[in-house]
């Protein structure tokens, strides 16, 4: 396993993200220093670079808010920064990849055949629990397979649009994603001691990059024979693996910069503060039902949406709400990502309940 530097990219594709979502990387960041004590001044640390580089980015990126929510806002917009936009679909390979440059980057998505554009769109699709179908042959098939998903009218056009428009999309696109790698990159010695910290500490990992992460994280995503491993600034409480194939020569994996304080956080007891969005999380049935069907098993988004009979969009927003305040957890398989309860987490949740509203 090898170490690289950071995908500008993917950290452009990332800022964007929040940027039409209308949320602010640094302030999401804020939440992690609530009820810090000995952790604080570390925390603060390694938070600067990120603050710092997001600044740059607001302050001398001169871009139209309406070109930012066109391309970059999720097409599922209840699915919020986890979905998928435009621009992630587009470059999603150059992203989670090696970077090679931004015109590279261009040349590679608008030499797609048809048929691979149709693939990356599914594919996205699939990543998403949005549909179980990955394969379209031909164009008919693949307006027979966005037709029949529980999306809204909207979505469905937005993805033909996609479909018909790729090529003027990505080179619209990289414009505004140059813009902001040039920066990222010029800008590098904000962040280089964050990213060797982060190479010391995962470089003398031996054997298997999953079974490390399955071990100490509890997050199963598949690697292969060559692992690289990537530092991801702004994904700074995320694992991606590459989409790559079982067959592939070589496995991106991503992992955010402050993943291993997010983690060790969420390993300790949980504070009062942390029982109020816990309760609001619970006061949907839909959402004690998932956890009802979680308690012994394990299930992707269709399955979730089947038993329940709501559309895969309302699953996705109850998966999000469960997810942020803990009370499941997600690992890939394939394409698909599979959800099971934390029981350790609802554990101490309860614990915390009872010392609140009994005493110990």
């Known amino acids: 396993m090898r170490i690289e530097n950071i995908n500008p990219i993917m950290e452009a594709l990332t800022y964007y993200k929040y940027r039409a979502c209308g949320k602010s990387i640094s302030e999401g960041l804020k939440k992690y220093s609530d009820d810090i004590d000995s952790s604080g001044n570390e925390l603060c640390r390694m938070l600067q670079p990120i603050e710092l580089m997001e600044a740059v980015l607001n302050d001398r990126l001169d871009v139209e808010q309406a070109a930012v929510r066109k391309y970059f806002r999720p097409i599922d917009e209840s699915l919020g920064i986890r979905g998928f936009s435009f621009?992630?679909?587009?470059?999603?390979?150059?992203?989670?990849?090696?970077?090679?440059?931004?015109?590279?980057?261009?040349?590679?998505?608008?030499?797609?055949?048809?048929?691979?554009?149709?693939?990356?769109i599914i594919g996205s699709l699939t990543r998403n629990n949005r549909l179980h179908e990955e394969n379209c042959a031909d164009c008919n098939d693949f307006l027979k397979i966005i037709e029949r998903q529980h999306m809204s009218g909207d979505e469905k056009w937005r993805l033909i649009q996609l479909y018909n428009n790729f090529d003027r999309m990505a080179a619209e696109i990289a414009e505004l994603l140059g813009a902001a790698v040039d920066l990222i990159s010029e800008n590098s010695c904000l962040y280089g001691d964050l990213i060797a910290e982060f190479n010391s500490r995962y470089g003398d990992i031996e054997g298997s990059l999953g079974c490390y992460l399955a071990k100490e994280y509890d997050i199963d995503?598949?690697?292969?024979?060559?692992?690289?491993?990537?530092?991801?600034?702004?994904?700074?409480?995320?694992?991606q693996s590459a989409y790559s194939n079982a067959q592939a020569a070589e496995s991106c994996t991503y992992i955010g910069v402050l993943v291993d304080f997010i983690v060790r956080k969420s390993k300790l007891k949980l504070m009062p503060g942390d029982c109020d969005g816990m309760l609001k999380a619970l006061s949907d049935s839909n959402r004690i039902n998932i956890l009802k069907f979680l308690r012994d098993k394990t299930?992707?988004?269709?399955?979730?949406?089947?038993?329940?009979?709501?559309?895969?969009?309302?699953?996705?927003?109850?998966?999000?709400?469960?997810?942020?305040?803990?009370?499941?957890?997600?690992?890939?398989?394939?394409?698909?990502?599979?959800?099971?309860?934390?029981?350790?987490?609802?554990?101490r949740f309860l614990a915390l309940l009872s010392e609140m509203f009994i005493g110990k």
């Open 87 to 120: 621009a992630d679909i587009i470059y999603m390979v150059p992203s989670h990849g090696r970077f090679e440059g931004i015109e590279a980057a261009r040349a590679e998505v608008t030499a797609y055949s048809m048929e691979e554009k149709r693939e990356i």
């Open 221 to 239: 995503i598949p690697t292969y024979e060559s692992e690289i491993l990537l530092p991801w600034i702004f994904g700074y409480g995320d694992v």
């Open 299 to 347: 299930a992707y988004g269709l399955e979730l949406a089947e038993y329940l009979n709501l559309s895969p969009n309302t699953i996705s927003h109850h998966i999000s709400k469960l997810q942020l305040n803990g009370f499941i957890t997600s690992e890939s398989e394939g394409s698909r990502v599979y959800y099971r309860s934390n029981k350790a987490n609802i554990e």
